[in-house]
């Protein structure tokens, strides 16, 4: 399995299991055990076109990111069964949650640090189905899945949609996990509806468009292997857009990047399959070849993209991927909102759980050694939220500029409200 759908299957496997004793841990296969020597850790107590016509969609200016996603009611938008590699030159733009031993919650600008946190946990003990509570203002959690629809159908894997006003999520850890759909609800809870349905394996961050009109997903099949879906929010018009795995949403909103394993590639091994990046149009649905790699995740101002390579280095390039340059050692990294700062995995502590690192676009290391998975930057980027999962289910929130421990309350799988 390729590090891209390793990543993604991870989630999914830490969503489907019942909170019980182990680490959540990242399946990239790294084997590093801590930071690249010579890294100064803060040890914690308890503690991501081509030429002519895609060329011109690409070619927008920094500020020109809020087009819209593929047309409405489109039926199907299937990518070309033989991409064909092209120079691609896009100027892209686009009463408090109980724990053991919780620490007490910190006023950060006179709001409750974990405002507006999304997180997964179940209701009460014995609870048949896990569902998403978010934090408010007090620090108090409100369950938002599973009170608008009845019975529920329980909740899993949030992400807030760009406005914060909706909510997409998976099926629940347990209970409903033989009704496996992509749902969505609105930020008060009202309006819980199933859009798509979802493959026994499936791939997450679920992806929002920029616009909001849209989810981008990919799910795998037994038979024909991972495919790529567009479901629009509103009419529930499901379309596809052909094989391919790990999609992300580029800054315009009018392009995916996904990837595939391509055969023939490689001149020792002509079988070994070689990953590969694409980038495809969702105005014509044409396919280019971007470069090889695993995955592929732009700056959010589109002015850089980070390339993750098998081996588990992290390459940094123009926002057309000319000029790569070794970045880092690491896997899994996450922008900013402002593009200023990389949080990435950078080993595994012993019990096998991701240790955490920040950088910044220079490559100063800014703090490392933290354990944790999932980050999720607070929308003002002052802030990350974590999961651990040992010995229980915990949300960390980290002040972002030392990685030091803000809050802890009982969940996982954070997500937070732009």
């Known amino acids: 399995m390729s590090p891209i759908a390793a990543e993604s299957l991870f989630h999914v496997t830490s969503a489907l ?6 680490r959540s841990s990242d399946d ?8 690249t020597p010579g890294w100064s850790g803060r040890p914690r107590h308890g503690s991501r076109l081509a030429s002519g016509c895609i060329a011109a969609l690409v070619a927008l200016s920094a500020t020109a990111c809020t087009t819209g996603a593929a047309p409405a009611g489109t039926e199907t938008m299937r990518a070309s069964a033989a991409p064909t590699s092209a120079s691609i030159a896009p100027s892209l733009a686009p009463s408090s949650i109980a724990t ?9 600008e006179g709001v409750h640090v974990a405002t507006g946190l999304a997180l997964v946990r179940f209701p009460e003990a014995g609870a048949p189905a896990s569902q998403v509570f978010v934090v408010d203002a007090d620090g108090d959690p409100r369950q938002l899945t599973g009170q608008s629809r009845v019975p529920s159908l329980g909740a899993s894997l949030p992400a807030w949609s760009p406005d914060g006003r909706q909510l997409a999520f998976g099926p629940a850890k347990v209970g409903a996990a033989t009704s496996r759909f992509l749902s969505v609800i609105e930020a008060d809870g009202s309006e819980e509806r199933s859009l798509a349905p979802l493959g026994d394996e499936f791939g997450v961050p679920f992806g929002w468009s920029p616009d909001g009109a849209t989810l981008l997903f990919f799910d795998i099949d037994a038979v024909h292997g991972p495919a790529m879906w567009l479901a629009d929010v509103v009419s529930g018009t499901i379309t596809s857009l052909g094989p391919g795995q790990g999609p992300r949403w580029l800054p315009d909103g009018r392009h995916i990047s996904f990837q595939r394993g391509v055969e023939g590639l490689d001149p020792a091994d002509p079988r070994a399959l070689t990953e590969v990046i694409y980038v495809m149009s969702l105005d014509d649905g044409e396919v280019v070849e971007f470069g090889r790699a695993s995955d592929a995740i732009w700056a959010p101002d589109g002015s850089t993209v980070l390339l993750q390579q098998a081996a588990g280095d992290l390459l940094i390039a123009n926002a057309d991927g000319t000029s790569p340059r070794p970045f880092v050692h690491g896997w899994a990294p996450v922008w900013s909102p402002d593009a200023s700062v990389i949080v990435f995995a950078s080993g595994h ?3 096998g759980t991701p240790l955490l ?15 944790g998975a999932s980050p999720s930057w607070s929308p003002d980027g002052t802030r990350l939220a974590v999961e651990l999962s040992y010995p229980e289910p915990v949300v960390e929130v980290l002040d972002a500029a030392t990685g030091e421990v803000l809050w802890r309350g009982e969940g996982s799988q954070p997500a937070w409200r732009p």
């Open 100 to 108: 053991s031993n919780p620490s007490e919650p910190t006023p950060w």
């Open 28 to 35: 990239r296969g790294d084997t590093e055990n801590g930071p």
């Open 357 to 371: 690192a920040a950088i910044d676009g220079d490559g100063e290391l800014l703090w490392s050694g933290v354990a």
């Open 349 to 351: 502590d012993g019990e």
């Open 17 to 22: 299991r019942v909170a019980s004793p182990h």
